[in-house]
């Protein structure tokens, strides 16, 4: 009896042992598929995770002079002031353009040692290291489409080329396009003189747009050399032009040639920014209108699509004193940045027109 009882008390132990192993087995079967489920929740939160691009933009810099004028109070002559400390020109505003994401300007002029030059007025050229001005200022990137850049004939065109290329820096216009990637997206940046609208200029547009494109570009900037000098308000050229651009693909479209500033206009959701003004100018010793101003855009990409965009407007002096120019372009503050902001939005009023 006692080795029957003592067989069942087994038989039984077995059976217990055997439903808390299948009890067990089902609780790690649970949590191994909790956790799987857990992994691929964060792996979809982290494909839709917001990442935002945000583009600096600046007028005209002539970094150097024209040499039919007085060495007294050029580019130059600031240069050796400062003791060739390249610095100086960007200081007041390399703080801006080193917490964004791109930081492109208008290179109006040759850095070459050319002395065959063009028949015509106004004339500039400046040293191939004047790049350190770029470089040390936080500048990525250049236009080369504008009247200066062939002052010095076809060798100061290829020297700047050749010397930008060395510098590490970027340069888009003419023949050249610039395609760079921040953050997994490419970026392309395109440079076009603005004289005219005429179907060869769109479809010159629109072949460098549909490159880019092609070559998987997830946002395009176009910038323009047009307008009429001194003129603060843009010419049908201009409108054309921009909404042209935009109608084609372009995501963004900066101006500059005028000298002064002009509006902003939105166009199907898109900025054209029709005059930013000079910027480190070394065109002009002192000009009368020292107002300018500095275009920042960020663009919002959820899942590598762009979802949001929002323009901002940063008031400057091409100066940092007013008596004549120094070349450091200058954040306004107070009053004056208040009276450029309304100069500009008496500009952008009606321009839809």
């Known amino acids: 009896m006692r080795k029957k009882r003592f067989t069942l008390l087994i038989v039984w132990l077995i059976i217990i042992s055997f439903a808390l192993s299948t009890v067990l087995a089902i609780l790690v079967s649970a949590d191994t598929e909790t956790q799987l489920i857990n992994v691929e929740d964060a792996a979809t939160t982290k494909e839709e995770d917001w990442s935002t691009i945000i583009i600096s933009a600046a007028g005209d810099v002539t970094l150097g002079r024209d040499a039919d004028t007085s060495y007294y109070g050029s580019f130059d002559h600031e240069v050796a002031l400062q003791k060739s400390n390249y610095s100086y020109f960007m200081k007041n505003v390399k703080y801006i353009f080193e917490n964004d994401d791109l930081t492109l300007v208008n290179l109006e002029?040759?850095?070459?040692?050319?002395?065959?030059?063009?028949?015509?007025?106004?004339?500039?050229?400046?040293?191939?290291?004047?790049?350190?001005?770029l470089k040390q200022g936080s500048i990525e990137a250049?236009?080369?489409?504008?009247?200066?850049?062939?002052?010095?004939?076809?060798?100061?065109?290829?020297?700047?080329?050749?010397?930008?290329?060395?510098?590490?820096?970027?340069?888009?216009?003419?023949?050249?396009?610039?395609?760079?990637?921040?953050?997994?997206?490419?970026?392309?940046?395109?440079?076009?003189?603005?004289?005219?609208?005429?179907?060869?200029?769109?479809?010159?547009?629109?072949?460098?747009?549909?490159?880019?494109?092609?070559?998987?570009?997830?946002?395009?900037?176009?910038?323009?050399?047009?307008?009429?000098?001194?003129?603060?308000?843009?010419?049908?050229?201009?409108?054309?032009?921009?909404?042209?651009?935009?109608d084609v693909g372009v995501d963004l479209v900066l101006g500059h040639h005028p000298h002064v500033i002009q509006g902003i206009e939105t166009y199907k959701g898109k900025s054209i920014v029709y005059?930013?003004?000079?910027?480190?100018?070394?065109?002009?010793?002192?000009?009368?209108?020292?107002?300018?101003?500095?275009?920042?855009?960020?663009?919002?990409?959820?899942?590598?699509?762009?979802?949001?965009?929002?323009?901002?407007?940063?008031?400057?002096?091409?100066?940092?004193?007013?008596?004549?120019?120094?070349?450091?372009?200058?954040?306004?503050?107070?009053?004056?940045?208040?009276?450029?902001m309304n100069k500009i939005r008496s500009y952008s009023i009606g321009l839809e027109k």
């Open 109 to 133: 002029g040759p850095l070459t040692s050319a002395t065959a030059k063009a028949e015509k007025q106004f004339i500039f050229k400046g040293k191939a290291d004047y790049t350190e001005v």
């Open 275 to 340: 005059s930013l003004g000079n910027f480190s100018f070394g065109g002009n010793k002192n000009p009368t209108d020292k107002d300018a101003y500095i275009y920042q855009h960020s663009f919002s990409f959820k899942n590598n699509v762009l979802q949001q965009e929002e323009g901002q407007v940063i008031p400057i002096s091409v100066s940092s004193v007013k008596n004549r120019n120094n070349y450091q372009p200058t954040p306004l503050q107070g009053i004056e940045a208040d009276r450029v």
């Open 142 to 246: 250049v236009n080369l489409a504008n009247n200066h850049m062939f002052d010095y004939l076809d060798q100061g065109y290829w020297d700047t080329v050749s010397n930008l290329s060395a510098a590490g820096l970027g340069y888009f216009g003419f023949e050249h396009k610039y395609l760079t990637e921040v953050k997994g997206l490419k970026i392309g940046l395109l440079g076009f003189l603005g004289w005219d609208n005429s179907k060869q200029k769109k479809e010159e547009i629109k072949k460098a747009v549909d490159s880019l494109k092609d070559e998987g570009a997830s946002l395009i900037i176009a910038s323009f050399h047009w307008g009429e000098e001194r003129n603060y308000t843009p010419n049908q050229i201009q409108k054309d032009l921009g909404r042209y651009s935009i």
